[in-house]
């Protein structure tokens, strides 16, 4: 199976881990079911972004990914 890395930053993965948690206790108040995704975005070789949308689209920047394994 071929996998694709991402890297994030520290500030990036805090975000997406602080937005999945708050959303989720939002979803078990309001007994609704969420899910989420990651958009992955490539200008030109070497430019990429990152998107993550639960509740809302959060910009997480830029990052660096590659297809390993």
């Known amino acids: 199976m071929k996998k694709i890395e ?19 206790m939002i979803n078990v108040e309001e007994a609704v079911m969420t899910g989420f995704s ?3 975005s490539n200008g030109f070789a070497g430019f990429s972004w990152m998107e993550f ?3 809302k689209k959060i910009d ?3 990052v660096s990914w ?3 394994g």
């Not at 991402?6 to 989720?24: F, G, M, V």
């Open 60 to 62: 997480l920047g830029d």
């Open 38 to 40: 990651f958009t992955v």
């Open 6 to 24: 991402i890297t994030l930053s520290d500030e990036q993965y805090a975000t997406i881990k602080n937005e999945i948690e708050q959303c989720s």
């Open 53 to 55: 949308e639960m509740h």
């Open 66 to 68: 590659k297809f390993v």
